[in-house]
């Protein structure tokens, strides 16, 4: 994996470029197609229809990881840029996109969430699902999420609560308040409505919306190897259109 320079990531943020990559090693997953499973989660639908509903020409979905949010996502707009640091996971989600007959309309590209490399103003609409709670500096990953979203446009992004499940696992590792370190090693912070306020208050941003969302998904591969419930504050940010 080649290095993303940035001076805006933190050495945990960078390390967990590579540990993202090994953890979509198919060749790790025993005998599983992807990591997480099939099932999109619930709100790709609910992003799509919101991008759909504005006329997006350009939606990204960052990180796409095995692409099990691809084909809900599509519905949603013409083109549907893909991006991801792990050439693992794009591999996959490539298939993915096959499977569901939307290859011909997504672009994949390695892309890191702190430097996309795209232009200002440049995609109608943003998805972005279980990555800002891994990062130790989200507020520059949310900086570069409105860079490159186009006046009245929308980003669609989640934070774990304290409810998801992550934080009874037994191989997690608290750190400090409502911060961890999974068995992974991947970062984890957890977020209720206040602080996801002072987040989105410190990079100049308000929520259009913010709802609580729950749902149950089906076993991991080699990890979590049950039906699991999960909670997020899933929050949509629109960009003035002046």
């Not at 149950?216 to 990890?223: F, I, K, L, T």
């Not at 949509?236 to 002046?242: D, F, G, I, P, R």
Request: charged residues 25%.
């Amino acid at each position: 994996m080649e290095d993303f320079v940035n001076a805006d990531v933190p050495a945990p943020d960078a390390a967990a470029v590579p540990l993202w990559n090994d953890a979509y090693d198919t060749s790790q997953l025993e005998g599983h197609e992807n990591l997480w499973g099939d099932p999109p989660v619930p709100y790709a639908a609910t992003a799509a229809r919101l991008f759909a509903e504005n006329s997006a020409g350009t939606v990204l979905d960052l990180p796409c990881g095995d692409g099990r949010n691809l084909p809900p996502l599509a519905t949603g707009t013409p083109i549907l840029l893909a991006g991801d640091t792990s050439l693992n996971a794009m591999t996959i989600a490539e298939s993915v996109a096959e499977r569901a007959g939307i290859r011909a309309k997504t672009v994949f590209t390695k892309m890191d969430v702190f430097d996309t490399g795209l232009l200002d103003d440049s995609v109608d609409g943003i998805f972005c699902w279980d990555l800002l709670g891994h990062l130790t500096n989200p507020e520059a990953a949310l900086k570069e999420l409105h860079r490159i979203t186009r006046k009245g446009g929308r980003i669609v992004a989640n934070m774990w609560t304290m409810n998801d499940c992550q934080v009874t696992d037994p191989n997690i590792r608290k750190i400090r308040p409502k911060e961890y370190i999974d068995h992974f090693d991947f970062y984890c912070r957890f977020y209720d409505h206040e602080d996801l306020d002072a987040l989105l208050s410190s990079v100049g941003m308000t929520a259009e919306s913010v709802e609580t969302a729950a749902w149950r998904e089906p076993p991991h591969a080699e990890y979590r190897v049950y039906e699991h419930d999960h909670e997020s504050l899933v929050f949509t940010v629109k960009k003035a259109a002046n």
